[in-house]
Structure formats: C-alpha cells, structure tokens
C-alpha cells in the first residue's frame, strides 16, 4: 500500500533550477546509478509508458540469476536495482557476483565472482546485496561494487576483468583502514557505492541487536576510484578531541559500535558533497552502556567527498532506544518556498517524518522543534528529554499508541483489542522501552523499527509536486 503526501497549499514542492547532478536519468533510457542519479531521484526522462497504455506492456526477454551456480546454501531474496548503461544491464546477486547482461533478451554477458560467499554468511541481513555502481572519466568505465565478503572491486564495464590498479588485483580489503581492532564477522556490506568528484563513498552493514556494548564501529570512509586507496575516514562515534565526542558520556565512545550508513547515501557532484544517512548505536534498544546524545547515530551527515570533513549535520533522534535508524538515501531536490529557490535534501524516517535541508549550509527549509517527550525508562537508561519534530512538512504514517489505533468492527473485538493492549505499556512516539515482568510484556511502537520508510526510500514526483513513500 502506497501513501502519497501532496504538499500544496501547505508547503509546495516547486522543481526550480536542475542541477546536473539531480536531474533525474537521462532521457535515453539510462540508469547509471542505483537511484537513477546520485542525488537518488528516481526519475526516469521516458515518456513512453504511461497509466494510459501500462497494461498493454508485454515482457521480454528472461534472465535467470546465476546466483544458484555457486552451490550456496541460504541464499536471500534478489534485492538489487539494476543500472544501465550503454545499453547494457549491470547488477549484483545475493551472493556478490556481478552480473553484465542483454536487457532485451535475457543474455548474459559477462559474470564476475569474486567468492565473497567463501567467507561464511554475511554479517546482519545475510546473503542480499542491493547493486552497483557505476564510474567513468570519459575513457575507462567502471562497475563498482562493496561486497559481503568485505571487498571493494573495480571491475571494467566491458571485459568483467578487475582493474589491476585498484587496490590488489583490482580488490581492496574493508578489514583495514578502520583504525580498531573488531571481530570482522560482524562487518559487511550490500549496498552500492556513491562515487562523488573521483571518490568512492562508502557506508556498511553492522550485525544489529547484539548483547553486548562493544561492537565494530560504523565509520564512513572515501576511496580513491583510480587506486583503491583509502583517503579518509569520517568517524561516525567522534574519537577523542573531535567534535560531538562529549556526546558520548563515560568514555562511551571507546567501545561504542554500529552507528553505521548501512543504506544508500546520495551525492551532489556540483557542490562536492556527500549525504550519510547514519544509523542507531549498539544496542539498538537499550543505550545504558552509552549516555548521552550519541552523535552521530540517527543523524544525516554532509560530508565534504575530497576531504571528508563534515560540513554539516542534523540528529534526528537522541540517543536513540527504537531501532529508528535512517534507512534510505535523502533525496535531493531542487525547491521552491515562498518564491525562493532552494536546493534542498529531504531524509525520509522510519518514524515517519521527513526533515528538509538546504543542502549547502544544512539550515531546516522549515522549522524544527524540540518537544518534551516520555522519559520514564528502564532502570539505568539515559533519556533524551526532548526529540525533534519537524513542523513541515506533516508526517506520513501513525505516530504512537493508543486505543483509538484499536479496531472497532464490533463492540465486542474492540473490548477484546483494548485487553490485549492493556498488557503493554502505550503512549505517544518516544514513549522507552520498558523492562518485561509478569503484568507487563513490553512497549507497544508505532511505527514499528521497520518503519515508517525503509531501504526503498522515497521520490518527489516533478508532475505533483509530492512525496512517494512506500
């Protein structure tokens, strides 16, 4: 089921200027990138199927994904975008391979399978990967891919081959470079790559939910597309002496963890920058183990792609204690707000807001509030007081429990829904979660840690002017 959220009257989303890097896909049919741009768009330039003719279109051709040939047992659901260029299908399967094929029949062209697989099983969500990315400076291209075996590869477009420039036999181990010893089990990664002015950014996959304080950490780093050679590291828990470090309470952020882009980050090319939307910290229910705000966890992050440094950044839940981590790339769009053009980032929540930014100095294109929230926790906990609620612009999915969510089909299945209810705590959004006893199995959510938005992310419709959130 499909929400849409129009916002005309209140607040009107006006497509003004078009930045190269936020265009859409081009016109031509082409997707060069997961999102169709780096800017995560979702627009396609075709016109020729449309809600008139959409159910005259017949298929094509058929690939069968070659994921199976590796004998792999558990392998998980086929999550990847494909992109196109050139005329050609490039994607990535389950299991890391990457696929070239003939999108109008089916044929494979090329495989590439860098036995990610031999590893074991990839850390938190297992055998899925979401795609690849694509690079070119006008002479050589590109396929680019982070996998869940913990490798970067640099594969040419055309051959399938590894670039033997990139790192080791066109391969660079995402073991190193992280600065702290881990457990690299618990580390992955299967979302594509953004690459910003000749720089890869990437995020990475974090095992959720563990029970102890001490996990990898999810620091953010940039490689150099050439060479594989790792230029910066942006680090998600500050170290010592960096800023947002003394959001960390009781030296928190030396055994701290996750804190992780685990989603797909967006990218503006003309203004060098990078868009990290960052996840909940270890444990992602309960942050006794870490007092304090805990930046940068749940927060979008702009990031210099040279160099980077943070340019700007906005929490949008403290401390966190509801798995309500970012999940999707913000989108970058181009608005119009009471006859001034803004070029705007809009993040998408699981908790069903969206927070809009210019994306240059990161100032909320509407106002931001901090409002008191329920702070009555588990024994230990260390509440955030406040959270911020965006004033515009309304959000796109139920906010906390109560007895009106109760269905009301008879007086009797309500009576029945409000005992079942009174077993748990209840309250608005941000009520904590609550210690389990005899007389009380838990904190009701809503939403829930899958959201509100998810991994799918969202797309502003250039014709509606609306938000599409699934």
């Known amino acids: 089921m499909y929400k849409r959220l129009v916002f005309g009257g209140i607040c009107v989303f006006v497509f003004a200027g078009v930045v190269q890097a936020q265009q859409g896909a081009p016109g031509s049919g082409e997707w060069p990138h997961y999102a169709g741009d780096p800017g995560s768009t979702k627009c396609s330039g075709l016109t020729g199927i449309s ?137 992955g990664f299967n979302a594509p790559p953004v690459v910003c002015r000749d720089t890869i950014v990437l995020g990475s996959i974090i095992t959720d939910g563990g029970s102890t304080k001490a996990m990898p950490p999810g620091h953010i780093r940039g490689f150099d597309v050439r060479t594989g050679k790792q230029k910066w590291i942006f680090h998600t828990i500050p170290q010592a002496g960096e800023f947002g470090n003394d959001t960390w309470l009781n030296d928190s952020w030396t055994y701290s963890g996750n804190t992780n882009a685990w989603s797909m980050l967006s990218a503006d090319e003309d203004l060098g920058y990078v868009y990290a939307p960052i996840g909940t910290p270890t444990s992602d229910w309960y942050g006794a183990e870490r007092p304090g705000a805990n930046l940068f966890a749940e927060s979008l992050v702009c990031l210099n792609a040279e160099t980077g440094e943070r340019v700007w950044h906005f929490q949008m839940v403290h401390h966190g204690m509801w798995d309500y981590d970012l999940p999707a790339a913000p989108n970058l769009c181009d608005l119009e707000v009471d006859g001034k053009a803004i070029k705007a980032v809009a993040q998408v929540t699981k908790h069903g807001f969206t927070f809009v930014f210019d994306r240059k100095t990161g100032e909320p294109v509407w106002p931001i509030e901090e409002r008191p929230v329920p702070e009555d926790a588990a024994p230990g906990e260390c509440v955030s007081p406040t959270q911020p609620f965006p004033t515009k612009p309304p959000a796109f999915e139920r906010q906390g429990v109560s007895e009106d969510d109760l269905i009301d089909f008879t007086p009797e299945l309500h009576a029945e829904a409000k005992e079942i209810l009174s077993q748990y705590t209840t309250g608005p959004m941000f009520t904590p979660p609550s210690v389990i006893t005899e007389t009380n199995k838990g904190t009701a959510t809503l939403p829930s840690p899958a959201g509100g938005a998810n991994w799918s992310g969202a797309w502003l419709d250039p014709e509606t002017n609306g938000l599409d959130v699934p």
Do not use: C
Request: glycine share 16%; proline share 4%.
């Open 51 to 187: 809600g008139s003719n959409v159910s005259a279109v017949k298929g094509g051709g058929r690939w069968a994904s070659v994921e199976t040939e590796t004998g792999q047992r558990g392998i998980g659901s086929f999550k990847a975008t494909p992109i196109m260029v050139g005329g050609v299908l490039y994607t990535s399967t389950s299991v890391s391979q990457v696929v070239a094929l003939d999108p109008a029949t089916g044929e494979t062209l090329w495989v590439y399978d860098p036995e990610a697989y031999k590893i074991g099983r990839p850390a938190n969500s297992g055998f899925q990967h979401r795609g690849v990315d694509y690079w070119t400076d006008g002479t050589i291209e590109r396929i680019l891919i982070a996998t869940g075996g913990r490798q970067l590869i640099s594969i040419d477009a055309k051959t399938g081959k590894p670039d033997p420039n990139v790192g080791v036999n066109g391969m660079v181990d995402l073991t190193e470079g992280l600065g702290k010893e881990f457990n690299a089990r618990f580390l």
